[in-house]
């Protein structure tokens, strides 16, 4: 019985005869050397599209001791705010020839499952935390570590630290409502550092204000689910509030669900304003104000932390702060 044999993958021995040349000048030319020859740097560079070969990360990294890897640890999947926190990773870490992992904490928790470990098996050079994971878990971890927003991390690691300024955040929600004309206004917050943050910032402006704070679900979490639970029971203890703001957007588009189920529509009756400024915020059916705490660039500055860390490992720790900003949409009205 006759068969195909099955394909086998190039080499960079194949590369090599097929360019004329030798095994160590084919290295040279993937590591972009200098004083490579042009004539067969082009033999090799023709020699490797027409091969279709792709250089071996495995192999690469042992010779280099690195992954050209990075991991990235998150809260949830299914809260969108991480999506530009990724995008300004990878503007930063493709070019430099890095690729991104993402775990999920709660996923890999529940499941069991230590998300670092699993990070520092696949020899990740670096880690990014942008989750409330435990210092524990990071503690031991041996390798660079950038803590990406408000974490509460930094007091008990040795890590850098970027993130956005969400007790000034807090304050513009609720200043930007009470510019508004705005008077009662609910904010729906948190479990977590950034909530509290935030928190703290609406608490702050309502008392100058002079003006009563009004939060509620503080002792829950932070999804839609959790959004919608919190604004029935602002609903229950403030009837018709002027404005809510949410400590995320997920808890807006929850909010915006019970309030309608209440017959308040948005932003007719109710002012709505939400945080992270996520892709939620911007789709037409939301359309939601919400605050903008850059996480495109807390991802970028995280990347070129990791890459400045790995140059040089013993430089004390960076923090970086970044102000954010309020994006207008039409889920706020002027009274």
């Keep these: 019985m006759s068969g195909t044999s099955k394909p086998t993958r190039p080499t960079i021995y194949d590369v090599a005869r097929q360019a004329g040349v030798s095994k160590s000048l084919v290295s040279l030319v993937l590591r972009n050397a200098p004083h490579v020859a042009e004539a067969k740097r082009d ?26 890897s990075v991991g990235l640890l998150i809260d949830d999947f299914r809260n969108p705010w991480f999506v530009e926190l990724f995008s300004g990773l990878r503007s930063v870490l493709d070019p430099a020839g890095f690729t991104v ?7 890999e928790t529940a499941s069991g499952r230590n998300p670092v470990d699993g990070f520092l098996a696949q020899h990740v050079d ?3 935390i942008a989750a409330e994971a435990p210092a524990d878990m990071l503690r031991n971890a041996r390798v660079p ?6 974490r509460g991390l930094s007091a008990h690691l040795e890590a850098d630290v970027v993130t956005s300024d969400d007790g000034a955040g807090g304050r513009m929600a609720a200043e930007h409502l009470l510019a508004a ?3 009662s206004i609910v904010h729906l917050s948190g479990t977590g550092e950034p909530a509290a943050h935030r928190r703290r ?5 309502m008392s100058d204000a002079g003006r009563e704070p009004l939060v509620f679900g503080a002792d829950g979490r932070t999804d839609e689910a959790d959004g919608f639970r919190a604004m029935r029971q602002a609903l229950a203890a403030v009837p018709e509030p002027d404005a809510v703001f949410a400590a995320n957007d997920l808890m807006a588009a929850g909010a915006l669900a019970a309030l309608r189920d209440s017959g308040l529509s948005v932003p007719e009756r109710v002012s709505l304003i939400g945080y992270d400024n996520s892709p939620l915020a911007g789709y037409e059916y939301l359309r939601l104000s919400s605050v903008d705490p850059h996480n495109r660039e807390i991802g970028a500055e995280s990347a070129r932390m990791v890459l400045s860390r790995l140059e040089t490992s013993d430089a004390p720790p960076r923090r970086t702060l970044l102000g954010p900003t309020v994006v207008e949409r039409s889920s706020v009205a002027v009274r």
């Design 43 to 68: 033999a090799v560079q023709a020699a490797i599209a027409e091969l279709g070969y792709r250089p071996s990360r495995a192999a690469s990294a042992l010779a280099s001791q690195r992954t050209n």
């Design 181 to 183: 004309g705005h008077r």
């Design 145 to 150: 570590l950038v803590v990406a927003g408000s």
């Design 126 to 128: 670096a880690l990014v």
């Design 101 to 107: 992992a993402v775990a999920d904490l709660r996923l």
């Design 201 to 205: 910032g609406y608490r702050d402006a």
